[in-house]
T-cell receptor, first 112, second 110 residues
Framework: DAGITQSPRHKVTETGTPVTLRCHQT?????MYWYRQDPGHGLRLIHY???????DKGEVSDGYSVSRSKTEDFLLTLESATSSQTSVYFC???????????FGQGTRLTVV | KQEVTQIPAALSVPEGENLVLNCSFT??????LQWFRQDPGKGLTSLLL?????REQTSGRLNASLDKSSGRSTLYIAASQPGDSATYLC?????????FGPGTRLSVLP
C-alpha cells in the first residue's frame, strides 16, 4: 500500500464548516496528490505537492486549500464545506523509482 | 491537454472468457501508463505499470501492452473469473501529474 494512510476514513459535516483531511506517508515520497472521485466525473486532481511548502493547483481547486509542512503529511482543507464537495477523496504519491501512482484507501466525505 | 478515454464503459462476460480492455490517450509525451483495479467502495490498486520505453508488462493472467505512437494501451485478462469483477482504470503520467480514464466496469458471471 506504499505506506499511505488517510484520515479520517469517513466524515459527515455540516455546510459552512471547515474540514481538514490528512494524508500521511512513511516512505519519503516527494510528490503527493489529492483527487476527488465522483460518479460521471472519474478522478479529478484538486492539488498536488512537489516538496515541503511546494504546492500547485489542479483542475478542481476552487474551495480547497492544501499545506505541506513536513514531507510525510499533506493536508487538504475545505475552508467552508458545501454540498458539492460531498465526494470520495483520495491521496496518492508518485513512486520515485517507477514513476507510478499509489493510492491511499480514501476518505468518504458527506456535507449535509 | 491530455485526455484519456476507455472503451468499453462496461462489459459483462461469462466466466472463463479472455477479454480485452482498451485505453487511449491524446498526447504521446507520457512517462508511463498504469492500469488500476477498483472494487466498489474501495481504493485503487495498481495492477501493471508500463514505462514509455516498454511495449508490454505481464502479471499472472494479466498482460498490458503500450503503443505510445498511436496513443493506445490494452489490458488483456485471460481466463476471467468472477473475482475479476471490478472497475479497471488506466492512467498516464504526464508532466508532473497523472491523467485518468473514466474506467471500464467489468462483470464476470459465474
Amino acid at each position: 500500500d506504499a505506506g499511505i494512510t488517510q484520515s479520517p476514513r469517513h466524515k459527515v459535516t455540516e455546510t459552512g464548516t471547515p474540514v481538514t483531511l490528512r494524508c500521511h506517508q512513511t516512505e519519503n515520497h516527494r510528490y503527493m496528490y489529492w483527487y476527488r472521485q465522483d460518479p460521471g466525473h472519474g478522478l479529478r486532481l484538486i492539488h498536488y505537492s512537489y516538496g515541503v511548502k511546494d504546492t500547485d493547483k489542479g483542475e478542481v481547486s476552487d474551495g480547497y486549500s492544501v499545506s505541506r509542512s513536513k514531507t510525510e503529511d499533506f493536508l487538504l482543507t475545505l475552508e467552508s464545506a458545501t454540498s458539492s464537495q460531498t465526494s470520495v477523496y483520495f491521496c496518492a504519491i508518485r513512486d520515485i523509482g517507477t514513476g507510478g501512482a499509489f493510492f491511499g484507501q480514501g476518505t468518504r466525505l458527506t456535507v449535509v | 491537454k491530455q485526455e484519456v478515454t476507455q472503451i468499453p464503459a462496461a462489459l459483462s462476460v461469462p466466466e472463463g472468457e479472455n477479454l480485452v480492455l482498451n485505453c487511449s490517450f491524446t498526447d504521446s509525451a507520457i512517462y508511463n501508463l498504469q492500469w488500476f483495479r477498483q472494487d466498489p467502495g474501495k481504493g485503487l490498486t495498481s495492477l501493471l505499470l508500463i514505462q514509455s520505453s516498454q511495449r508490454e508488462q505481464t502479471s499472472g493472467r494479466l498482460n498490458a501492452s503500450l503503443d505510445k505512437s498511436s496513443g493506445r494501451s490494452t489490458l488483456y485478462i485471460a481466463a476471467s473469473q468472477p473475482g475479476d469483477s471490478a472497475t479497471y482504470l488506466c492512467a498516464v503520467s504526464y508532466g508532473q501529474n497523472f491523467v485518468f480514464g473514466p474506467g471500464t466496469r467489468l462483470s464476470v458471471l459465474p
